[in-house]
């Protein structure tokens, strides 16, 4: 945006040094001389290193980074870093100055800063990649909520003097101040930048709608004053006898939100009842808003009658973005609709200044009031970080995931405990299902919502009290991201798919690389590519995970090569290569006191064996041997999750196995159960269900808890079977165990 031209006349100087030392002086709390210190010298440096630059309005550069520290300390709220770094915001891209510089005058934290602002205006010089602007912005967004503030405020700025730019870039900045800023704003709750952003654009992109709307308001001006102070003049009496400083005012809605009523609603200017709110502001402490809110919005209902279905009370229960107020609508003098707002001045100035508000008072309180209740941001920058690390996703997905969570409005719903969930409108059974836990999600099986089953994908209600039950063998599929909407629960989705994916793969990967050992084949990725860009697979995982699926064979797909030295070489006409299965060489090495074992009809002391982790097999239950490459005899459960692929693709590497009787040693078992807390003595009865009378010991015991419901791990010892089929029968007949598991195979 700069242009080089003449230098800062003596007169510019003055005019700039005044404008610096405004916004110095506004600067609230005011600064320690340390921090003075600091600020000025950002200012001495981005005055010299902008000096020769001029804005496209002809001003000197300078004026910019001035005025978006102003709008940083003003309208945002930040503190003495952010205003330094606003002030340098634009050196490093445009001048001499480097980021070492930086660092030495100002320290890491500034450098970071400008550094994340350097890099985000860096990607605004693509043409059209708007998506990709978004992720950027959204990823610094996480790391250092500073860095979006200030770019935030940057762009008022250049919005805010667009005047002087051509047509067609005014309208790709005002595009893209839309799409991302105006959003983003709304949701770090900065309520007056987002409207203000929204009214530049609208000026911008209808300019005549805009200027017709501004004129009427200004007609309706005098009639609107007069009409707010006959409605305000009773109630200022009853306020007066509380003795609790407020103010009240009147408040007219934005241009751009009056539009859209005159648009959604079909009605002309003169119908819109609510271009103007009232607002009263009470300063009192914490303790005290709640009440103090409530009795002023008695007070007002008394004067004028209350229409009770437009109350909202984002007191109880704030937005998302921290916005608290009470809203109510009342029939006011001639049985006009009035929009009534109620709040304290603290409320206030977080629904003015947003995030960097919400974090002062919370600075200030400490803990953001009800036990392990999530601050709203966090639960903001979660859902961010979950769109950002979702695999798959590409920018045009990433930007509907990620808009979904930024301008939904919310539902609220609760878990069978009573306890609330916010959640974006439009959020669905399975969506929940996902806010309780990723393992709730992954594995829902059934939803009822207010004790009615649902589809996957019913889209929840206000007030809708959700129950998920839970299935070990569920799992998601492509289909469920149709089921979704939140970012959170699509990412979830996309990632255990993927890791289903990568579990099948691997058997096949498997199965390629014996063949290519038997037929003394070397290098795997090598060769493998090789069959995948003949048989136009994406990916050597998609190949593997059809060799798994026995979708082809392998012996098909070595048809079309020849082996040449160890390498695999197309070849045009097709020859049969028969295989031979390998040999089966036992190691008898003596190992193993886990119980008498015995493997193919002999003893299992002959053979390396061991027991598998992924079922961990007690004396009694069902089990078979698998060869194994490398490490001998694993032998398995029957109902292992593995046993399947292992059964379906190496048949030829499957042992007898079978238990001796005798019970002389004792195994590990591994137990996981989910149920419902309900309430204190949890433990024990689990506990007690299990080792009554039994004399089973336990070996480890964890206990995890949430919004109701708890998870269980359990690790037992167990002599055999019988032993453990007991304990489990006592565990089920608990009422409130929903869900039991040994080793991943629901019981
Ligand atoms: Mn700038």
Redesign the pocket.
């Known amino acids: 945006?700069a242009k080089e031209v003449i230098p800062v006349t003596p007169e510019e100087r003055k005019e700039i040094h005044r404008a610096y030392r405004r916004m110095v002086n506004g600067v609230e709390p005011k600064m320690n001389e340390e921090d003075r210190t600091m600020v000025r010298k950002a200012y001495e440096l981005a005055v010299k290193a902008h000096s020769k630059q001029r804005r496209k309005s002809g001003e000197p550069y300078i004026f910019?980074?001035i005025e978006?520290a102003r709008i940083c300390s003003k309208n945002i709220g930040l503190g003495p870093t952010a205003i330094t770094s606003a002030l340098l915001?634009?050196v490093v891209e445009d001048t001499d100055v480097t980021l070492e510089e930086i660092r030495d005058m100002f320290g890491m934290r500034v450098e970071k800063i400008v550094d994340g602002l350097t890099k985000l205006d860096g990607t605004y010089k693509a043409e059209n990649m708007q998506a990709e602007n978004f992720k950027k912005v959204l990823s610094t967004l996480v790391e250092d909520v500073r860095v979006s503030l200030i770019k935030i405020a940057?762009r008022l700025?250049?919005m805010r003097t667009l005047g002087s730019m051509p047509r067609h870039k005014q309208l790709k900045i005002s595009a893209e101040t839309e799409f991302i800023y105006a959003p983003l704003s709304h949701r770090l709750g900065l309520y007056s930048i987002k409207t203000e952003f929204q009214d530049l654009c609208f000026k911008i992109t209808k300019p005549n709608t805009y200027a017709r709307i501004e004129k009427q308001l200004a007609e309706t001006e005098r009639e609107r004053s007069i009409y707010i102070k006959k409605f305000i003049k009773p109630l200022k009496k009853v306020f007066d006898e509380l003795g609790i400083p407020y103010r009240v005012f009147g408040r007219s809605k934005s241009i751009n939100s009056i539009n859209n009523k005159i648009k959604t609603k079909h009605v002309s200017f003169d119908e819109i009842y609510d271009i103007f709110a009232v607002r009263i502001v009470v300063d009192v402490p914490k303790e005290e808003e709640k009440g103090v809110c409530w009795k002023i919005y008695s007070l007002v209902t008394d004067v004028h009658k209350p229409i009770p279905e437009r109350l909202k009370d984002w007191v109880t229960t704030p937005k998302s973005n921290g916005y608290e107020s009470l809203h109510t609508t009342v029939i006011g003098p001639d049985g006009r609709f009035v929009e009534v707002q109620i709040r304290s001045e603290r409320m206030d100035e977080i629904a003015e200044r947003g995030f960097a508000a919400h974090w002062k008072y919370k600075g200030v309180k400490g803990a953001s009031g009800k036990k392990g209740e999530k601050d709203v941001y966090e639960g903001f920058f979660e859902s961010i970080r979950d769109v950002l690390e979702s695999p798959n996703a590409d920018a045009l997905e990433f930007v509907s995931d990620v808009k979904t969570n930024l301008f939904q409005e919310e539902v609220y719903v609760y878990t069978p405990n009573g306890d609330m969930k916010v959640m974006p409108k439009g959020a669905t059974a399975l969506d929940f299902a996902f806010t309780i836990h990723t393992e709730v999600g992954v594995r829902a099986k059934a939803i009822m919502v207010n004790d009615k089953l649902v589809p996957m994908g019913h889209e929840l209600r206000n007030g809708d009290q959700v129950r998920v039950q839970t299935h070990k063998n569920q799992k998601p599929t492509e289909n469920w991201l149709k089921l979704v909407i939140t970012g959170r629960a699509k990412s979830k989705i996309r990632t255990a798919i993927k890791e289903e994916e990568k579990k099948i793969a691997a058997y096949g990967r498997e199965a390629v690389q014996r063949k290519f050992n038997q037929l003394k084949i070397n290098g795997l990725d090598t060769n493998v590519d090789k069959i995948t860009k003949f048989r136009k697979y994406p990916s050597h995982l998609n190949f593997y995970a059809d060799i798994a699926a026995d979708k082809i064979a392998i012996n098909d797909v070595l048809k079309d090569f020849e082996v040449e030295g160890g390498l695999l070489v197309l070849k045009e006409a097709k020859k049969t290569t028969e295989v031979i299965a390998p040999e089966r060489t036992l190691p008898s090495n003596k190992k193993g006191s886990k119980g008498k074992l015995l493997i193919a009809g002999e003893n299992a002391n002959q053979y390396d064996f061991q027991l598998a982790n992924c079922c961990t097999p007690v004396q009694g239950d069902d089990i078979f041997g698998f060869l194994t490459t490398g490490a001998g005899v694993k032998i398995h459960r029957s109902a292992c999750p593995n046993a399947t692929n292992m059964m379906a693709n190496y048949a030829y590497r499957i042992v007898k196995a079978e238990w001796a009787g005798g019970a002389e040693s004792e195994f590990i078992v591994n137990i996981k159960i989910t149920g419902i807390d309900d309430g204190p003595g949890v433990i024990e009865k689990i506990t007690t269900a299990i080792s009554s009378g039994l004399g089973i010991n336990i070996r480890s015991f964890s206990i995890s808890g949430d919004e109701g419901y708890f998870e269980g791990k359990i690790g037992l010892l167990v002599a055999n079977k019988d032993q453990l089929n007991i304990a489990i029968k006592n565990l089920k007949d608990l009422e409130n165990i929903m869900h039991i598991e040994r080793d991943d195979i629901e019981l």
């Open positions: 945006m910019h980074p978006v915001h634009d940057d700025h250049n």
